[in-house]
């Protein structure tokens, strides 16, 4: 709407900045340059964020395709230097991209804390504390 002076409100300029600024996540998802870009400053962005439901969505799908657009033309450039037979980007390729050659994930199993050391556990972990502390450890603090 316009006014009778004919300017445009202030809600139809929100709207707009918030549709340049979300049009700026997607070709560069950081969001400083984004707001630079759409004149808008940071901490506008994050009220908008934080007032308005459907901003939020629409600046994070916009986030996440200038992730995706960042990560095609990322993976376009290795596979530009793999054609040039570049060592790096072969083996980062393979490493990523076939079993044989990337490293395998080995899950992280914490220790229980219930378990108990056995006892030549337990002298192990005295000799190392000792070892490492440069004083006699006669015995481990357990939580009871």
Same mark, same amino acid.
């Given at each position: 709407?316009?006014?009778?002076?004919?300017?445009?409100?202030?809600?139809?300029?929100?709207?707009?900045?918030?549709?340049?600024?979300?049009?700026?996540?997607?070709?560069?998802?950081?969001?400083?340059?984004?707001?630079?870009?759409?004149?808008?400053?940071?901490?506008?962005?994050?009220?908008?964020?934080?007032?308005?439901?459907?901003?939020?969505?629409?600046?994070?799908?916009?986030?996440?395709?200038?992730?995706?657009?960042?990560?095609?033309?990322?993976?376009?450039?290795?596979?530009?230097?793999?054609?040039?037979?570049?060592?790096?980007?072969?083996?980062?390729?393979?490493?990523?991209?076939?079993?044989?050659?990337?490293?395998?994930?080995?899950?992280?199993?914490?220790?229980?804390?219930?378990?108990?050391?056995?006892? &030549? &556990?337990?002298?192990?972990?005295?000799?190392?504390?000792?070892?490492?502390?440069?004083?006699?450890?006669?015995?481990?603090?357990?939580?009871?």
């Amino acid at each position: 709407m316009e006014d009778s002076v004919g300017k445009t409100t202030v809600g139809e300029r929100t709207e707009k900045d918030k549709q340049s600024l979300a049009e700026a996540l997607k070709e560069m998802p950081i969001v400083q340059f984004a707001c630079r870009k759409a004149g808008v400053s940071r901490a506008t962005y994050y009220r908008w964020r934080q007032e308005d439901k459907e901003f939020r969505r629409e600046s994070d799908d916009a986030l996440n395709q200038g992730y995706e657009y960042i990560n095609d033309m990322g993976e376009s450039q290795v596979i530009a230097l793999i054609k040039e037979k570049k060592l790096p980007a072969i083996t980062l390729w393979l490493k990523h991209h076939h079993p044989r050659y990337g490293a395998q994930a080995r899950q992280y199993v914490p220790p229980s804390e219930e378990d108990d050391l056995t006892a &030549e &556990e337990e002298r192990m972990v005295l000799e190392a504390l000792s070892l490492s502390s440069g004083r006699p450890v006669r015995r481990l603090g357990k939580k009871k």
